[in-house]
């Protein structure tokens, strides 16, 4: 039996071999990450999160998604209340002042402090294109990490358009009329002209177009907002141009709200016989071309059309997607972790394979060079020679051969953002209670198109009143 100098030595030959493990040998940091996304989108962030821990294996980032993202906020927020959540979240653009006003989180900019790098992954956010940093940096700090952003778009079954006669693809809403009564017109014509989801979003993007704001205080932007403001001539011309197209059966409206009502969009564009056009998120670019072409049509991309009315002329859209939020309270080890993971994710080579399978822009500018480098977004003409994209209004509005072309349709989204103009309709409204505040409009559109000879400026007005009750609500209960 051992004495007691003898357990001594042992003891401390015993720390010595401990202190000399390399460090690579202990448990990495787990860092959970939850997104909203499934099926394609999740299998190529889990696959990216694999590339990540084996480059980091001090890390272990494991990626949990297939929710909506609704079903994720519900989830987040049984979290919060449990102690549970875990290292960073993805939130829809929407849903920022709740994220903030929550508490849950951290600003990227805080958890980097004065660093410009972690683990030698550089915080470059100058290199962010502007619409995004714009958005998501609020009270003059870098909050959220952008990811998947998007625009409003429009795709068009080229083949119904050419058969009609439309060579150039309708670009405002008195086009888009003029367009729908050519193409109903014609012998064997769809059954609708054009469709579109009933989400709050468009209902935004058109405000944009026409530089007015969801909400006071300059879209939230100045300061807190306390009243929505979407009862003004621009929100008031949008209902009225989506029901004098309802009451004319140029419009397929499926009957459902929120985000149950992508699916009927979906199904009555992508078989190619039931709608000519469709106006929809650029997020889903790749699904949407690929599925024409499988289905026998070309698909076109082109800008959302706009109200030629509004004074000043089109202003500019506002983007969409989402962002990932850091989990405040981590330990140092996982936080860096996290932000590790959240620069790389997002980095110039990243940021491009994620536009290129989805159809979400490029967050970065560098990586809409690599993209233009490589030739993504060249367009062939119908001879197959390429020509590098030089005028996107060209090609988007039908005058060019973009439907020869490689890929133009991923272009559009990013160009038509990149050419607005900077105002706080743009930027897009910040403010609480804002997916409640989403449904309150979609609801009014839906008594709008529904309602036989329906008071659109008393419905609207109503929808305003209440959305204003909502919001004053909220800020009496979450105001700092």
């Not at 357990?7 to 787990?30: I, K, R, S, T």
């Not at 625009?151 to 888009?176: C, D, H, R, Y």
């Not at 009243?227 to 009957?255: H, I």
């Not at 980095?347 to 394979?353: F, G, L, Q, R, Y």
Request: charged share 15%; net charge negative.
């Amino acid at each position: 039996m051992l004495n007691r100098k003898a357990m001594a030595l042992v003891m401390a030959l015993v720390m010595v071999l401990l202190m000399a493990v390399p460090a690579f040998a202990q448990e990495p940091a787990q860092i959970a990450v939850w997104v909203a996304f499934g099926t394609a989108r999740l299998d190529w962030t889990t696959q990216k999160a694999a590339q990540f821990n084996a480059a980091f294996p001090q890390y272990n980032v494991v990626v949990e998604g297939g929710l909506t993202y609704e079903g994720l906020d519900q989830k987040i927020k049984l979290a919060a209340e449990q102690g549970t959540l875990p290292g960073i979240v993805q939130y829809n653009e929407v849903s920022t002042t709740l994220a903030r006003d929550s508490g849950n989180f951290k600003s990227i900019a805080d958890a980097l402090g004065d660093r410009t790098e972690v683990n030698g992954i550089p915080a470059n956010f100058d290199d962010f294109v502007a619409p995004v940093k714009n958005y998501y940096t609020l009270d003059g700090k870098f909050t959220s990490m952008p990811w998947n952003a998007s625009s409003a778009v429009m795709f068009s079954n080229m083949n119904m358009l050419k058969a009609a006669g439309i060579e150039t693809i309708p670009a405002t809403w008195a086009e888009m009329e003029a367009a729908c009564e050519t193409i109903m017109g014609q012998d064997g014509h769809p059954t609708y002209c054009f469709t579109w989801p009933n989400h709050g979003w468009f209902f935004e993007q058109w405000l944009a177009q026409q530089n007015a704001s969801m909400a006071n205080n300059d879209n939230g932007r100045s300061a807190r907002a306390n009243e929505v403001a979407f009862n003004s001539d621009a929100g008031y011309a949008t209902l009225s141009w989506l029901k004098s197209m309802y009451d004319k059966g140029y419009l397929y409206y499926g009957g459902k709200k929120d985000g149950d009502s992508w699916d009927y969009v979906d199904q009555s564009f992508l078989p190619g016989t039931e709608v000519a056009m469709a106006i929809y998120s650029s997020s889903d670019t790749a699904y949407y071309t690929n599925t024409g072409k499988t289905n026998g049509f070309d698909v076109a991309a082109s800008r959302l059309p706009y109200n030629q009315d509004a004074a000043g002329g089109w202003t500019g859209n506002i983007i969409g997607g989402g962002s990932l939020w850091l989990v405040n309270g981590l330990t140092q080890e996982q936080e860096d972790g996290a932000l590790t993971f959240l620069m790389w994710l997002t980095n110039t080579e990243n940021a491009a394979e994620w536009h290129q399978i989805t159809g979400y822009f490029p967050v970065r500018q560098s990586s809409i060079d690599l993209l233009s480098t490589d030739g993504w977004y060249d367009v062939l003409d119908a001879a197959g020679t390429s020509q590098v994209w030089k005028d996107d209004a060209a090609v988007q509005a039908g005058k060019g051969t973009s439907w020869f072309g490689a890929n133009p349709n991923f272009i559009v989204a990013a160009q038509q953002v990149a050419d607005s103009q900077s105002t706080p309709a743009t930027q897009g409204a910040v403010m609480g209670a804002f997916p409640d505040i989403r449904s309150i409009v979609t609801a009014a559109t839906d008594t709008v198109l529904l309602t036989p000879d329906a008071d659109v400026k008393a419905i609207l007005d109503q929808a305003v009143a209440d959305a204003t009750k909502l919001l004053q609500e909220y800020e009496t209960l979450n105001a700092p």
